[in-house]
Structures are given as structure tokens and as C-alpha cells.
């Protein structure tokens, strides 16, 4: 592989781990309002419970209209 080529994809799984978190992080304060609270690290895109993931994709929707990018494809699944 090109070094360019593995530069340009190793930056983009960094920027999609650094939106992941992003998008977790703000969900777990929108959970906290709801008055609900999870462990450190709760994964709120693969949660079961309704809540979580209605404040995950609240979390996606906020960052959507602020930063104005949201990627659809977050490669996270090799972590």
C-alpha cells in the first residue's frame, strides 16, 4: 500500500474514532438530563434500551447541524 493511501485512511479512522466518542459523549449528557446514567465507555449506537439510542441519535442530529458532517459509515468495527 502506498504510504499516502495508508496516511489518507489511518487519518480518516482517527477522525471517525474522534466522532464516535464525540457523538457518545454528548449522548450520555443528553441520558444524564433524561436522569438516567451508564458506565464510562457504554457504547449508546449499539444499546438495546430505546432511551440511549434515541439520545445517541439526538447526539448524531446536534452534530449534524453544528459541524454540518456526519459520516454514515463509521468504521469502528476493528476496535
Known sequence: MEFETFK???N???DDRE???RLNKL???FYKVMGYEVREGYDF???KDTRALMC???AKLAHEE???YIPEDLDLEDE
Open 8 to 10: 489518507n485512511k489511518f
Open 12 to 14: 480518516k479512522m482517527l
Open 19 to 21: 466522532t464516535f466518542h
Open 27 to 29: 449522548a450520555r449528557k
Open 45 to 47: 449506537s449499539a444499546s
Open 56 to 58: 445517541y441519535r439526538m
Open 66 to 68: 453544528f459541524v454540518g
